[in-house]
């Protein structure tokens, strides 16, 4: 089950945190990612971190200002994201991939939280 937390309200240039709480995953299950889908655009991936050895792939767009983190002890996958702007504004997706593969291709990905809204606003 993955749940997210910590979307809403952000003004452009500002930051927000969210967090993903992963529990009752298989072994099979390597990598923990965000995703995220705008107003009338496809699902695109942001970032996903491996659970076994904390290496990361971030998509281009939004690098250098969004940063993900794994939380063993709490089994949490935070996403740091700073300098926002109205084009982050966007339903964002925990996500979890089995296998060693690319995770930041949708059709890679096994399960799917239910999403949480970013607005980035003035």
């Known amino acids: 089950q993955l749940m997210e937390s910590g979307g809403g309200l952000a003004q452009p240039g500002g930051s927000l945190r969210l967090s993903c709480a992963v529990s009752?995953?298989?072994?099979?299950?390597?990598?923990i990612g965000w995703f995220r889908q705008a107003p009338g655009k496809e699902r695109e991936g942001v970032s996903c971190i491996s659970v076994r050895d904390g290496s990361t792939m971030t998509e281009p767009h939004t690098r250098g200002r969004f940063s993900i983190s794994r939380d063993a002890a709490k089994n949490t996958v935070d996403l740091e994201m700073n300098s926002l702007s109205p084009e982050d504004t966007a339903v964002y997706y925990c996500t979890a991939t089995r296998f060693v593969r690319n995770c930041l291709l949708e059709n890679h990905v096994d399960s799917w939280g239910q999403g949480t809204q970013v607005t980035v606003s003035a």
């Open positions: 009752g995953l298989t072994r099979e299950y390597i990598f």
